[in-house]
């Protein structure tokens, strides 16, 4: 069984201002959150694109955290930039400039290596990049991706298709509404999973999570935290604390193992806000993860 996860989407630099302070191009991306979450539980290789004036110390810290960067091509020109900043209660991320740069010419490239891993997470990226990714792979056991209400609007058909495809699609509560039409999640969730997928994943922000699973819903509460500094890529660091704990599960099918992958992507989400940009995820320990799972699944009563 290949535990290893592919994970093809933004590598990115961001300058975030929230009430506890900013940070200027720290490191950033839907495919760096999930990386460093992911390679908390197994192997990941990532596939994305950078401009040349991605810090080598960028390179060498995601290193250290055994990441596969073989993918990452350098282009011509700057890498990807966001800034943005978050008001006191953190609900709403204010975009003040998105800089695209080298990201507006990604097409992903894998090689025989890439194609033949176990696990494929598609961070939000176009549908039809999305595709064709899928496309060049092997046969993958698990197939996941993420999208955004950017391309539900702009390329809804292209998405559909991309959906008879996949295992599990991550969205908001919005995204779900958006993509189906209805307001009610139990009955978006049915109406997604008969466009393809198994499973649904519900991000709910500091309201936790909902799984729709074949027959089975499950609703998570987020992991209280006392103190929220930026809640930048909390979203990508779930999907990888959840895709990261199944791709290491012999059968990510059994829904005792999902439910407990959740619980993992919900812990792995609540470190990302303690700290900006990625340090507190590419800083802990393992012992660190599986002390607050334990505290957390004890509050819920999980075993």
């Not at 993958?140 to 390329?155: E, F, G, H, Q």
Request: proline share 4%; with cysteine.
């Amino acid at each position: 069984m290949d535990k290893t996860i592919l994970v093809v989407g933004s590598v990115a630099l961001d300058s975030v201002k929230t009430i506890h302070g900013s940070t200027n191009h720290a490191l950033g991306g839907s495919a760096v959150h999930f990386s460093l979450s992911a390679s908390h539980f197994s192997p990941v290789k990532m596939v994305g694109c950078v401009g040349e004036d991605f810090p080598p110390q960028f390179r060498k810290f995601l290193k250290r955290r055994n990441i596969c960067q073989q993918g990452i091509e350098v282009m011509p020109g700057k890498t990807f930039h966001w800034v943005g900043r978050y008001d006191r209660d953190y609900k709403n991320a204010e975009t003040i400039a998105t800089e695209l740069n080298v990201f507006q010419q990604f097409k992903p490239k894998l090689n025989g290596d890439h194609a033949r891993c176990g696990v494929l997470f598609l961070a939000n990226i176009d549908p039809d990049l999305q595709r064709g990714v899928l496309e060049q792979m092997g046969k993958p056991r698990l197939v996941a991706c993420d999208t955004m209400n950017y391309w539900i609007s702009l390329k809804k058909q292209s998405l559909l298709k991309l959906l008879k495809k996949v295992d599990m699609l991550f969205v908001n509560e919005e995204e779900a509404r958006q993509l189906t039409g209805e307001y009610n999640l139990i009955k978006a969730a049915r109406l997604i999973m008969k466009m393809g997928p198994k499973g649904i994943i519900v991000k709910r922000g500091d309201a936790g999570a909902m799984l729709f699973f074949k027959d089975n819903v499950l609703s998570v509460p987020a992991h209280p935290i006392e103190k929220v500094v930026d809640p930048t890529g909390a979203g990508d660091t779930f999907a990888g604390g959840f895709m990261g704990y199944l791709a290491a599960a012999p059968d990510w099918k059994n829904f005792d193992v999902i439910r407990r992958a959740m619980s993992y992507g919900t812990v792995m989400s609540s470190f990302s806000v303690e700290d900006f940009s990625v340090k507190r995820v590419g800083g802990i320990s393992k012992k660190e993860i599986c002390a607050r799972y334990g505290k957390y699944v004890d509050a819920l009563h999980i075993k």
